[in-house]
């Protein structure tokens, strides 16, 4: 059974920074593609980052790039996101998911977290 566990959400003030964490049971960890996606009410689901278990290259949505960065450390089998200089338009919850399937930017991913809050104040 794959359990994503994440962690590391909290309310901030514009322009500061988090470190959000996944724990994640179950899956082949060091094959597995993994990334973070966000939703704010009213607005579609919107995938963040990923991060791919070959290579460990990484992809990020324009509208974070060069603000969040996503790492895995495979020995912990924990994904972190850190993010810098965060804006009230990063207001969301965040998921941790795994194993893309599709567009990662669509938040196409078979397993998912329940997701930890982010909210980011003006």
């Known amino acids: 059974q794959v359990q994503l566990v994440e962690s590391g959400g909290f309310s901030v003030q514009d322009g500061g920074s988090l470190r959000l964490s996944c724990a994640a049971s179950g899956l082949v960890y060091t094959k597995d593609s993994m990334g973070w996606v966000r939703q704010a009410p009213g607005k579609e689901r919107e995938g963040v980052a990923v991060?791919?278990?070959?290579?460990?290259?990484?992809s990020y949505a324009d509208s974070v790039k060069g603000r969040f960065t996503i790492s895995r450390d495979n020995a912990k089998n924990t994904l972190y996101l850190q993010m810098n200089s965060l804006k009230p338009e990063d207001t969301a919850m965040y998921y941790c998911?795994?194993?893309?399937?599709?567009?990662?930017?669509?938040?196409?991913?078979?397993?998912w977290g329940q997701g930890t809050q982010v909210t980011v104040s003006s």
């Open positions: 991060i791919y278990a070959i290579g460990g290259s990484t």
């Open positions: 998911a795994a194993q893309t399937r599709g567009s990662w930017l669509r938040g196409a991913f078979n397993y």
